[in-house]
């Protein structure tokens, strides 16, 4: 059974009287354990397709199921508690919490979404931190760590509760070539320690490269996948 199954679906903004067509009519499925980025230019609606995978925002059309699940006949409350159980984000910008220590903003989640038996849950958190390399850094402070030091913090948060799906809108824009190298390989192994899928969008060329499937957005259209044995099918 495949993780995300999209079928025809679109989505439609309305500004006063005027309508944005930002996906239009696109189909695809992502298989569990996948490596997968969507490409595009600026304004090709990478982060409206994100937005519906990570059941923030439904299609206005078509059919997308996750895990089997039909997202687009949830209410707001099914949607919050099936994210909370089956999705996990990572931003471009961290979004880490300033006021909280490192550990804390990884424990966050399970406060929020499960409520587990504190030992268990400082035990879970120690072992997120350890796999992203950040197990001594638990005690500090967002501001004191570096830009990838918080990316690698913010996806030990986004593993934490054990998301089948980790979306990632653009997560190496705010990290230099090297550092985002390092946050992609991070990523790989976690989904090959946990079987994560993850799912990212990325105008970087060279970031792009790094995923195993690639999907290439243009105008709110899918125009061609690519897979890592180099076959692609419009
Ligand atoms: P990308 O992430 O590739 O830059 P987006 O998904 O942000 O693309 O945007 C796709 C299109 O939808 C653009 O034309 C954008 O202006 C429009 N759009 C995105 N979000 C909204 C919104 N909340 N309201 C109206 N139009 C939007
Ligand atoms: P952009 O696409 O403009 O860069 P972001 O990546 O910051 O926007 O956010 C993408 C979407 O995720 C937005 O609709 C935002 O409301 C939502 N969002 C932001 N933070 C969280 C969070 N911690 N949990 C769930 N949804 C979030």
Request: proline share 4%.
């Amino acid at each position: 059974m495949s993780l995300v199954n999209a079928t025809c679906i679109e989505k439609t903004y309305q500004v006063g009287d005027i309508s944005v067509r930002a996906i239009r009519g696109i189909d695809f499925t992502i298989d569990p354990a996948s490596f997968v980025s969507f490409v595009g230019p600026s304004g090709s609606g990478k982060s409206t397709l994100l937005n519906m995978i990570g059941c923030l925002d439904p299609p206005t059309a078509g059919s997308l199921t996750i895990i089997g699940q039909d997202i687009t006949i949830m209410d707001r409350k099914q949607a919050a508690h099936f994210r909370g159980e089956h999705i996990g984000f990572v931003f471009q910008d961290f979004n880490l919490i300033p006021v909280l220590t490192v550990f804390e903003n990884v424990e966050y989640p399970l406060l929020m979404v499960q409520n587990w038996p504190t030992k268990k849950r400082k035990a879970r958190v120690n072992s997120l931190l350890e796999a992203v390399g950040m197990g001594d850094q638990g005690n500090k402070y967002p501001r004191q760590i570096s830009g990838g030091q918080k990316q690698r913090v913010a996806v030990a948060r986004a593993l934490v509760t054990n998301a089948k799906v980790v979306l990632a809108d653009e997560p190496t824009a705010n990290l230099d070539g090297e550092t985002a190298n390092r946050i992609i390989s991070l990523m790989k192994k976690m989904r090959d320690e946990f079987g994560t899928t993850f799912i990212f969008s990325t105008h970087d060329p060279k970031v792009m490269q790094s995923a195993e499937i690639i999907f290439t957005l243009e105008d709110g259209k899918l125009l061609k996948r690519r897979n890592d044995n180099g076959g692609t099918n419009d």
